[in-house]
Nanobody, 126 residues
Framework: QVQLVESGGGLVQPGGSLRLSCTAS????????VGWFRQAPGTEREGIAC????????LYADSVKGRFTISRDNAKNTVFLQMNSLKQEDTALYYC???????????????????RGQGTQVTVSS
């Protein structure tokens, strides 16, 4: 079955860290453009980090720049999102999406195109 599965979410205190995983099954994630997105209740989807198919282009939203890092481990068929210095406003459902490399990071972050996962909840609270 072709799917993306996110994991690693949970409850963390402000200032803490989490690492989210986006693991593909049924296909090889290498060379696909992958994006991480989040959406809190009553808000619009936000593309927060996208990585190109050959990893030479990475795009971050201003809201997470300097705090979040997107990376890829082809051996694990997984794209990670390392989240540091978490804030209460980072609370949201986080999900990933993957599409063909010609999509590019700009389009991916804007549209969350291609295959999407179900998401993992991140709650930042003291």
């Amino acid at each position: 079955q072709v799917q993306l599965v996110e994991s690693g979410g949970g409850l963390v205190q402000p200032g803490g860290s989490l690492r989210l995983s986006c693991t593909a099954s049924g296909f090889t994630l290498e060379n696909y453009v992958v994006g991480w997105f989040r959406q809190a209740p009553g808000t619009e989807r936000e593309g927060i980090a996208c990585i190109s198919g050959n990893d030479d282009s990475i795009l971050y939203a201003d809201s997470v720049k300097g705090r979040f890092t997107i990376s890829r481990d082809n051996a694990k068929n997984t794209v990670f999102l390392q989240m540091n210095s978490l804030k209460q406003e980072d609370t949201a459902l986080y999900y990933c999406a993957a599409d063909y490399p010609e999509t590019g990071v700009q389009r991916m972050c804007a549209r969350a195109s291609g295959l999407r996962g179900q998401g993992t909840q991140v709650t930042v609270s003291s």
